[in-house]
């Protein structure tokens, strides 16, 4: 009888990793989506062009020739 009830444990533990695994599998293509669209906007916001629309640069000055 014990060897029954450790067998019906292990498969039990292995459902249950398969579980883990099956759940993490779907939900971190999302988070890796989340930090890419994080990341990407940290990377546009820090460009010259946004920085001196926002002012934290200055435009460079155009002398006439």
């Known amino acids: 009888m014990a060897d ?3 067998a019906a444990k292990n498969v039990v ?4 990793v ?3 695994v099956a759940t993490l ?3 971190l ?8 669209i994080v990341w ?7 460009t010259e062009t946004v920085q ?3 002012g934290k640069k200055s435009f460079p000055k155009i ?3």
């Open 29 to 36: 293509p999302s988070i890796a989506a989340i930090f890419t």
């Open 40 to 46: 990407t906007a940290i990377r546009i916001f820090e």
């Open 13 to 16: 533990d292995v459902l249950s």
């Open 25 to 27: 599998a779907g939900i």
């Open 4 to 6: 029954t009830s450790e």
């Open 18 to 20: 398969g579980t883990v």
């Open 52 to 54: 001196k629309l926002l």
């Open 63 to 65: 002398s006439p020739d």
